[in-house]
Every structure is written in structure tokens, then in C-alpha cells.
């Protein structure tokens, strides 16, 4: 079913199952910001590698799936246009068949590098779109062993469906803890703390001062600022090209040494991480085509390379406020409730390690005392609805390709979990279809921090080198820790 004309708000229309009889279903509109992500260079999809402590038989992921994922309301509608509402999408609820979204591969079982095919067929997945005459996801088990995992999924969704925060939540209702199969994973429940809800005159002027500066400089981006073309700096068209996804894991424990003894959050220390990895990997690109060896830093002065950063705009929940609506087969808080924030990284060498850390926690204060993200999502919903969803995937279009790379981080779980009895050893979501040739995700896993990569290998040829300046910057932070 590609489309349905006449559609009306919140009034049920007429689907027909399989066997020739009807049932009326309600159906509701995207949401200003899912409806952005069907738009040209903002047709986003969300991948997520699941790596496994064992081998999983098909069938038992198959039959599990059908008990857990299509309980969400989203994972079993359509996405349907309305020809009387040009560019309105609305979900409508489908019979579905699980074989269309459920795909096991022919292996040999012999092949040479495990590890390279995982990453070649997840490659060719970025290169594919989900047709929206069925609901878009689909979930590919690959019963191969590699060097972290002895089988390996992947679960791709549009953006369209939810954004990373509420499909790791939705993976988090689905699992149980390996130390109670029957108990919930616990999750991190954060309070909000922007300036906004500290007392005092101060912390009101700061949070408003900063929005003014973080909206101008927001503004001037969708008008004509872009960032400085460095070697990480995708070209028009990237959001067309096949991405390589790598992740690499380091110790969390390590994180959380550094965040305790500088005083800042898990946050501050991966931000300066990366702005650390940044900076040695572009200096080392710069530096190639020079013949100076007594020169060590070949990094330019003023590059302007910032992120797109994305915040969670929900109020803070529990598990079961996520769990319950599902099993009732309700949406819940899942969708797409997400503003986001241009972040600058300052690219430079500093002499100390632990500055990166330092000026990370000044960057993100900043961005914590500041309506930004709020701004960004009203601003979408604004365009959207006075001048159309096109102004509106045209001005995000803009935004996103003026910035340099997308960087989130989500919370994992805290202790070991298990899908259908099965032991999770990773979870590695990312992105492809955005206009930026590089996306590093962050998330967390019991006692690990995996840093995700998504990189146009146009681009980045070298994503493997930017995972391992990433496992070296934080071991010179960690060690100037230890010395200091």
C-alpha cells in the first residue's frame, strides 16, 4: 500500500488484512522533526550493530522479535502519504509480515576476515533505502564469529520512527539482565540541569545571553557560515555515498577516572576525547603532504569545526514508564522529541593533555546554560507548519551541512543484558544520510564505552586511524591524570 488518499485527522480509516476483512485503525501525522527526515539530504537512517556473547539461532530471533519489537505501535505501520495534504505523512497501522523485514544471509562459514565482512555488508546496507510500502526496518542476523562477538545483527531503522535515545530505550524494554532473566535493565535517569532551574539573577542572564549568541550564530549557519574545509569536511552529496561503520571499545572505568579527579561529567571527558582525536588526526593529515620532519604541528590557526550535538528534549523517565506503554500497544514517549546544538571544537595541540577535558567542560556548560536545542526544535516546527515541510528540510539541510560531523552519546545499560536468553557483548548504533561526512556516537555498556564511527570513506579513507587517536587521546588524558 503506497498511499491513501483523503486521510482526516484523528478519524479511522479502512485497512484490509489478509484475508479480505476490514478494520478500522487510527492513524496520527509524523511529527515536524520525523517528517524532516524523509526530506532530500536529510534522509536519515539509524543503524545499530548488536554484537553477541554466542551463537543465536534464527528462528529464535525471529519468534522473539515478534513478541517484543512489533509490539511499538511505529514497527507496525505504515508510513502513508496524503494526497490531499501535499508532503503530510501519517502512520497507519499494518498486519506485518515478519519474513519482509527479517533477513539471514547465505555465509561461508571459511571466509578470511569475519571482521571485514561484517563491515562490508554493513557498508552496503548505508547504500539502500527501505521501501515505505512496508514499515521501514529491517533486522539482519549474521551467524559469523568475529574478534569481539560470536555473531553479529543489525537492526536498521528510518529516523523517522524514533530518534537514538528512544530506540535505546525501546531495545532496553525488549532485553532483560543476564543476573535476573526476568528483571528490567536498570537505565540512567537524569535530572535536567540548565541554568533555567537555578535560582538567582545570574544563572536567568546567563542562560539568556547565551541562547542570543547560540541563535545569531545558529541564524548566520542556516544563512551562509560554514565551517572550515579541513580533510574531515564532507563535500555536497555526501549524504548520498556509502559509509564505513567501525566502533572501538575502551574502559569506562578509565572515563570515570578522569571525570572524578577533573571534577566534570562522563560527557565533558568524551568531548574532550574527541576534540583531543580530532586534532591529532588532522595534523597528521595536514602534515602528509609536507617534507618537514622537525615540524610537529602542522594544524592551521582559527579552523572552524563544530558538531551538530543532539539533546534530549524529554522529560527524565524510568523503564516502566517506557515498558508498560508498549506491552498495551501504545506509543509512549518513543519518537522523535530532539533539539541540537552547534558545538565548536577547538583543534589545536595543547601541551597539556588534560586541557582538552578542561575546555570541553566550558563548551558544554555553555551549551547546558543555553535554550538552543529548544530553539532548534521550535524553529523546525515553526517552518514546518507556516512554510512547509520542504523550508523546513531545506533550512535543517543547511544547518547540518554547515557544520562539520553529528556527535551524540546515549547511556547504556548498566549491567549485562540479554535478548530472548541470548547475552549482548555490544551495542554500536550510528547513522547514515545526513550531509557530513562523519558521525562519532557514544554509548555505554556496563563497564564499556564504545566510540561508534560512521565515515564517507571519499572523505576519511582512514577511519581506523581516527578510532586509534581516539584510544590514545584518552590514554594521555588517563596517564597526565595519574602523573598530576
Known amino acids: 500500500m503506497d498511499s491513501i488518499s483523503g486521510l482526516t485527522v484523528l478519524k479511522p480509516i479502512q485497512t484490509a488484512k489478509a484475508d479480505g476483512e476490514e478494520t478500522m485503525v487510527m492513524d496520527e501525522p509524523l511529527s515536524p522533526m520525523g517528517r524532516v527526515f524523509h526530506e532530500p539530504g ?23 522479535l515478534m513478541h517484543t519489537l512489533l509490539k511499538h ?76 562477538a560470536e555473531a553479529v545483527s543489525i537492526l536498521r531503522a528510518h529516523h523517522s520512527i524514533g530518534d537514538g535515545t528512544s530506540l535505546m ?69 555526501v549524504e548520498l555515498r556509502p559509509r564505513r561503520f567501525i566502533h572501538r571499545t575502551v574502559s569506562l572505568d578509565d572515563i570515570k577516572l578522569v571525570k572524578n579527579s577533573m571534577n566534570t561529567t562522563i560527557n565533558d571527558v568524551v568531548v574532550g576525547v574527541t576534540q583531543a582525536a580530532l586534532s591529532r588526526y588532522l595534523n597528521r593529515r595536514y602534515g602528509e603532504s609536507k617534507n618537514n620532519p622537525k615540524k610537529k604541528n602542522y594544524l592551521p590557526t582559527n579552523i572552524r569545526l563544530r558538531a551538530i550535538l543532539f539533546f534530549n528534549l524529554r522529560p527524565p523517565v524510568g523503564i516502566r514508564d517506557l515498558v508498560d506503554p508498549m506491552e498495551k500497544g501504545k506509543e509512549g514517549r518513543w519518537g522523535n522529541k530532539i533539539g541540537y546544538v552547534l558545538l565548536p571544537f577547538n583543534i589545536a595541540f595543547q601541551d597539556v593533555p588534560l586541557d582538552y ?8 556548560d555553555h551549551k547546558k546554560a543555553s535554550l538552543e536545542p529548544n530553539f532548534a526544535y521550535f524553529i523546525a516546527k515553526f517552518v514546518s507548519k507556516f512554510f512547509g515541510i520542504k523550508a523546513a528540510g531545506i533550512l535543517s539541510h543547511k544547518v547540518f551541512y554547515g557544520a562539520t560531523m553529528w556527535f551524540s552519546n546515549v547511556a547504556g545499560p548498566k549491567e549485562e543484558i540479554a535478548f530472548c536468553g541470548h547475552p ?23 563497564n564499556k564505552m564504545t566510540f561508534v564511527l560512521s565515515a564517507d570513506e571519499t572523505t576519511i579513507p582512514d577511519p581506523h586511524q581516527l578510532c586509534d587517536d581516539l584510544e590514545e587521546s584518552l590514554k594521555l588524558i588517563k596517564n597526565a591524570v595519574l602523573e598530576g
Open 42 to 64: 536529510s534522509n536519515v537512517y539509524i543503524i545499530t550493530i548488536i554484537g553477541w556473547k554466542s551463537q543465536v539461532h534464527p528462528d529464535v530471533l525471529r519468534a522473539n
Open 73 to 148: 505501535p511505529r514497527f507496525s505501520s505504515l508510513q502513508v502519504g496524503n494526497k490531499e495534504n501535499s508532503g503530510e505523512i501519517r502512520w497507519v497501522h499494518t498486519d506485518v509480515d515478519v519474513d519482509n523485514h527479517f533477513i539471514v544471509p547465505d555465509l561461508d562459514h571459511n571466509m578470511k576476515s569475519p571482521d571485514k565482512f561484517v563491515e562490508d555488508y554493513v557498508s552496503n546496507l548505508s547504500t539502500t533505502t527501505i521501501d515505505m510500502s512496508k514499515p521501514m526496518w529491517d533486522f539482519h542476523h549474521l551467524n559469523v564469529k568475529t574478534s569481539d
Open 169 to 237: 530505550s525501546l531495545l532496553l524494554a525488549c532485553t532483560r539482565k543476564v543476573s535476573d532473566p526476568k528483571a528490567l535493565p536498570d537505565i540512567s535517569v537524569t535530572k535536567k540541569s540548565n541554568a533555567i532551574h537555578s535560582r538567582g539573577f545570574f544563572s536567568i542572564f546567563q542562560m539568556a545571553w547565551n541562547t542570543v549568541i547560540d541563535v545569531i550564530m545558529f541564524m548566520m549557519t542556516a544563512l551562509f557560515l560554514k565551517d572550515t574545509e579541513t580533510p574531515l569536511k564532507g563535500s555536497l552529496g
Open 357 to 364: 577535558v578542561r575546555e570541553a567542560k566550558s563548551l558544554m
Open 424 to 446: 549482548i557483548a555490544y551495542v554500536a548504533p550510528s547513522c547514515y544520510g545526513q550531509p557530513n561526512a562523519l558521525m562519532i556516537h557514544v554509548v555505554s555498556y556496563v
